[in-house]
């Protein structure tokens, strides 16, 4: 690649969209529910804890229904997965990644479209909404 003035200006514009992404609403709010995430005692027990079931767990799960405890270790890791999907911190946590991530799927869509309506962007979204067309599965859109 040839470096010239356009890539230098593209270049910078491409570092005042990083800033302006990194200083928005969107981005504060997703740090600060991560802080308070991490900070959260409860949080972190109920991590442990589903930790604790899932290295519990591993073991016996090649064996399936054959092994002795399959059943309740399973089950135990189940239980333990909705305490984490459940606590609202991380509810939260995940809502504001979901609206970031929202953004740079937009971004990365309408700069593609741009350039080529046949370009194909992996979104990493089942659910984004600019999906039109893909090449046949669910994680490209264009």
């Known amino acids: 690649m040839i470096y010239t003035e356009e ?10 969209l990083i800033e302006k992404i990194t200083e ?8 600060s529910s ?6 959260s005692e409860d949080v972190q027990s109920k991590i442990n804890s589903f930790s604790a ?3 519990s767990f591993e073991p016996v799960e090649a064996y399936g229904k054959h092994a002795p405890d399959y059943q309740e270790k399973r089950r135990a890791v ?8 459940t606590d609202p911190l ?15 799927d937009t971004i990365s869509y309408r700069l593609a479209q741009t ?4 370009i194909k962007i992996d979104a990493g979204n089942p ?14 859109v264009g």
Do not use: W
Request: hydrophobic share 35%; net charge negative.
């Open 7 to 16: 890539v230098f200006a593209i270049e910078d514009q491409l570092n005042e």
């Open 53 to 55: 079931a899932k290295r």
């Open 78 to 85: 189940r239980q333990e997965k909705r305490r984490i999907d």
């Open 34 to 39: 991560k802080i308070a995430m991490e900070a």
């Open 24 to 31: 928005s609403y969107t981005m504060e709010k997703l740090i």
């Open 90 to 104: 991380i509810m939260n946590f995940r809502r504001n990644e979901s609206d970031l991530q929202e953004i740079l």
């Open 127 to 140: 659910f984004f909404e600019f999906a039109q067309r893909g090449c046949g599965g669910s994680c490209h």
């Open 115 to 118: 350039v080529s309506p046949d």
